[in-house]
């Protein structure tokens, strides 16, 4: 358990056996076996082919008012009620998966922007109704199978403000094919790491970063403890005023039950995101999930990838060369992402280098858990700058940097990922 191995997705199997319901969907998933019907259940609810009704769990990034009122601002349970597409409806949404609309693209499949009616959820043309995001998945990729599952059997039962919408599926011949809300802003990867990236700013950061911590603290107190397992900055989607939700519940697993302190299962995940434990020895904690997030704050803090080759020995990874540096306050200010400009408060930078020492911390019994962080997060984001430092960062003005210094090397190692059924590193992972 404690060896993970890195193998491409060719070398995954193609058969799906399909006599029995998906083993990765609860005993009431039931699914057609490469055939479409007019309906299925999920969870004992009715999914219908062509209706939504009033109480569902539909509608995109900016559009249909139905599914508004099942959501708590706290997050629900609540009864899936899943629009299902026919491939040929994905087709004509996607204008037949056109190559411009791709949105991005991982190991197991591609995902296109395309556009259906805000009441009927059908495909339109664009630029009328709402757009979506469709993932479809690799028609011979088995891992591909199993993410899909796992997507419809999470998202299509939560509903939290912080977690991706997902609108409706299809499963037809060996095409299976996810529908999201489009989230306009992107990846988070991509506003920290892309070349050219409008930069965020601290209150944006720290917004971003709390409705993350929103999200994941849900999940980690729903009456069965889900695990995300995959916590990145990929996998954090921006809504056009930079709400952040979390994506990708491919990996997601139940977490422990009756008393156990951790779940054991194969290593999967993303190198430099993972939590050691969960690395040497197959055992996923809750606290695994805070692992990660210490990793992203990190990332927020300075504007670097995790893993990045090209920086000098001893700094490609992150983690080893900043935790040394993150207690002492003029090491932190070397550290922080120059495009910030020194618009921040000080004493706040400092308070987060501290929350991600603790979130990093080797032993998972000793990191606190996703709802302290969010609870210190918050109050963290009521530090603002002191008089001085404002006077200091005008000073200075003359001294910006509009490019990365020679610390903050854009291109990367990170994104590689861990297990023979984990994702490929990904061009633009999103959803």
Not at 22 to 31: E, R, T
Not at 333 to 347: C, S
């Amino acid at each position: 358990m404690g060896n993970c191995c890195l193998k491409p997705a060719d070398n995954l199997s193609t058969t799906i056996k399909l006599s029995n319901p998906p083993a990765a969907l609860d005993s009431n998933f039931i699914m057609p076996a490469f055939k479409k019907p007019s309906t299925c259940l999920i969870n004992n609810a009715k999914v219908v082919h062509a209706e939504r009704t009033t109480n569902g769990g539909g509608g995109g990034g900016g559009g249909g008012g139905a599914g508004k009122e099942e959501v708590a601002i706290s997050g629900k349970i609540i009864t899936p009620n899943l629009k299902m597409y026919s491939f040929v409806e994905l087709k004509s949404a996607t204008r037949n998966f056109r190559p411009d609309t791709i949105l991005g693209e991982g190991g197991f499949g591609r995902v296109f922007k395309g556009w259906v009616d805000d009441k009927t959820l059908a495909p339109s043309k664009v630029g009328i109704g709402i757009a979506v995001a469709v993932k479809k998945s690799n028609a011979d990729s088995l891992q591909g199978l199993k993410e899909w599952q796992a997507e419809v059997k999470f998202l299509g039962k939560f509903s939290h403000p912080n977690l991706v919408k997902l609108i409706g599926y299809c499963w037809e011949e060996k095409q299976f094919l996810l529908v999201y809300e489009y989230m306009q802003k992107g990846s988070l990867e991509n506003h920290l790491f892309r070349k050219g990236a409008e930069t965020l700013s601290w209150d944006t950061r720290l917004k971003i970063v709390i409705g993350a911590a929103r999200g994941l603290a849900f999940l980690h107190t729903t009456e069965k403890q889900v695990i995300y397992r995959d916590f990145k900055a990929a996998n954090i989607l921006l809504d056009g005023d930079y709400n952040a939700k979390l994506s990708d519940f491919g990996l997601a697993k139940l977490g422990p039950a009756n008393g156990n302190s951790h779940v054991t299962t194969g290593v999967v995940g993303t190198y430099g995101y993972a939590a050691p434990e969960y690395m040497a020895s197959g055992h996923l904690y809750v606290k695994s999930d805070v692992y990660g997030f210490g990793v992203v704050l990190l990332e927020i803090l300075t504007g670097l990838r995790v893993l990045d080759l090209n920086r000098p020995n001893g700094e490609q990874n992150l983690v080893d060369w900043a935790k040394p540096l993150l207690p002492d306050k003029k090491k932190l200010r070397k550290l922080m992402d120059p495009r910030l400009e020194g618009e921040y408060p000080t004493k706040a930078a400092f308070e987060i280098a501290q929350l991600v020492l603790q979130c990093l911390m080797p032993d998972p019994k000793t990191r606190p858990s996703i709802e302290q962080v969010l609870e210190s997060l918050e109050k963290i984001n009521t530090i603002k700058k002191e008089p001085r430092e404002c006077n200091a960062t005008h000073s200075q003005q003359h001294r910006r940097h509009p490019q990365r210094s020679p610390l903050h090397v854009k291109k990367t190692g990170s994104g590689t990922v861990i297990g023979s059924n984990a994702h490929h590193s990904p061009i633009n992972r999103s959803y």
